[in-house]
């Protein structure tokens, strides 16, 4: 069993910058793609980022390409999000989801282990 644990989340203003992230306990994240996904009042769950298994290639989502970077540590068992020059509308719960995945890294459908998320709000 995989249990996954966010956190880093927190109130900040615009133009600052926070850094997620995602233990994994039962195993490690070697060989697991990883997800960032994130959910905003209202709206529907969406892709922030996403990395392959080998680490080798990564996927985000247009509105925080250059901003947010996405990284995965297997020594130390982490997955991180680094998100830069934060704006309101990043305002959400961020979630992360880990599998091995081989279809779309960036399809929340192909993820069977999610965290239980961790809130990020930017004040303007």
């Known amino acids: 069993q995989v249990r996954l644990v966010e956190s880093g989340g927190g109130l900040v203003q615009a133009g600052a910058s926070l850094r997620l992230s995602c233990a994994a306990y039962?195993?490690?994240?070697?060989?697991?793609?990883g997800g960032w996904f994130r959910q905003a009042p209202g709206k529907e769950r969406e892709f922030v980022a996403g990395?392959?298994?080998?680490?080798?290639?990564?996927y985000y989502a247009d509105s925080v390409k250059g901003r947010f970077t996405i990284s995965k540590d297997n020594a130390e068992n982490t997955m991180t999000l680094q998100m830069n020059s934060l704006k309101p509308e990043d305002t959400a719960v961020y979630y992360c989801?880990?599998?091995?995945?081989?279809?779309?890294?960036?399809?929340?459908?192909?993820?069977?282990?999610w965290g239980q998320g961790t809130q990020v709000t930017v004040s303007s």
């Open positions: 990395i392959s298994g080998s680490g080798i290639s990564r």
């Open positions: 039962g195993r490690t994240w070697s060989g697991y793609a």
């Open positions: 989801g880990a599998d091995i995945v081989a279809g779309s890294i960036t399809s929340g459908y192909e993820y069977g282990y």
